[in-house]
């Protein structure tokens, strides 16, 4: 359907986006990682053809957009990570003043409003002024904005950040279900790693504006497949250990947070009798030491040496 190729783009010093290749078949929720300033909303503000790339292309159908963008903006629908809404106006009023400037009228219009505001669970508060919303509430009346002209393609700017985790299940149902039931095709982007593992089929990972991987879930996981993960759970750190951990040449990569560490090792080492005896050597009392199975925040760590929300 979509297809970026060795699209770049440049802002003065900063190469916000580096040669990046990818395709969005039909029917696929594809999922966009990376952390903040990655280059997220730049490559899909190209894509959306909202902003001009400094080179490469972006074709529709096979046919170059750059220069005739038109029948795929018709077929977009842009959630943007910036609420854009009239708070004064209620949700009906706001979905009918988006849907006359997609030229829908009369009860077209109305029956899209209805339909829009029942798959975002508004139907309640559609005479509500959105004012009074909660931040949830907002961010799920600017995705049924951008479902009103029913697109084929939904692009989704990290929809999920910074409400409440009910509203973010009930988003995150409502694409799985926009995908199910209305064949939706969606870009999701998120520096969410278990958003992405929970509802994409396949994933690009974007880093300082490089793809650093990409392919299905279980595809992704194999980048890891030669070294495991392992969970090292305390109340607190001595110091002494995480150095200790730190300058241990089996350990690959680390990544310290309050109450867990996460250690990249090689497959065939057993790591666990030296974890304890660094703790023991140390005075580190430890919960638990445990093997996980990689997570995709473990495959970035992996890759890039950081976590993901560092
Ligand atoms: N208009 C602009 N002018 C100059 N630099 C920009 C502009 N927009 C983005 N950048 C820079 O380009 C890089 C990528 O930014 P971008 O917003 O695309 O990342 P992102 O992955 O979407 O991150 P976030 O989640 O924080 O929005 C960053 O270093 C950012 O500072």
Not at 26 to 43: D, H, Y
Not at 129 to 156: C, D, Q, T, W, Y
Not at 281 to 290: A, F, I, P, R, Y
């Given at each position: ?10 802002y ?44 490469g ?8 957009v ?10 977009i ?17 706001n ?21 829009v ?11 509500d ?20 002209h ?22 995150l ?8 039931e209305k064949?939706m095709?969606v ?6 790693m ?16 490089n ?12 980048i ?25 040449p089996?350990?690959?990569r ?16 057993n790591?666990?009798?030296?974890i304890?005896?660094i ?17 995709l925040?473990?495959?970035f ?10």
């Amino acid at each position: 359907m979509i297809e970026l190729v060795d699209l770049s783009k440049r802002y003065k010093q900063t190469e916000a986006v580096k040669k990046v290749n990818l395709f969005i078949e039909r029917g696929e929720i594809v999922g966009l990682l990376g952390p903040n300033g990655a280059g997220k909303s730049t490559l899909i503000s190209m894509l959306a053809s909202l902003l001009e790339p400094t080179s490469g292309d972006v074709r529709f159908q096979k046919k170059s957009v750059l220069r005739n963008p038109q029948p795929l903006r018709k077929v977009i629908g842009m959630v943007p990570q910036d609420i854009a809404l009239y708070e004064d106006l209620t949700a009906e009023e706001n979905l009918h003043f988006f849907g006359r400037i997609y030229r829908l009228k009369g009860k077209e219009l109305k029956k899209k409003t209805e339909e829009v505001l029942e798959q975002i669970g508004l139907t309640e508060h559609r005479k509500d002024i959105v004012k009074r919303f909660s931040g949830g509430m907002k961010r799920r009346l600017n995705i049924g904005v951008a479902m009103l002209h029913e697109p084929e393609l939904i692009i989704m700017d990290e929809p999920t950040v910074g409400i409440d985790p009910q509203s973010r299940n009930y988003i995150l149902e409502t694409v799985k279900r926009l995908n199910e039931e209305k064949k939706m095709t969606v870009l999701y982007t998120s520096h969410y790693m278990e958003e992405v593992e929970f509802l994409c089929d396949r994933i690009y990972i974007l880093d300082k504006g490089n793809l650093i991987a990409s392919g299905t879930k279980d595809e992704i996981k194999d980048i890891i497949s030669l070294e495991r993960a392992l969970s090292i759970k305390a109340d607190r750190w001595e110091n002494e250990f995480v150095t200790k951990l730190k300058g241990n040449p089996l350990i690959s990569r680390i990544h310290v947070e309050e109450k867990e560490i996460t250690v990249i090792v090689p497959r065939e080492v057993n790591m666990f009798s030296a974890i304890i005896q660094i703790a023991e050597e140390t005075g580190q009392e430890l919960n638990s030491v445990n093997r996980k199975d990689p997570t995709l925040e473990d495959v970035f760590l992996h890759l890039t040496g950081r976590a993901l929300r560092d």
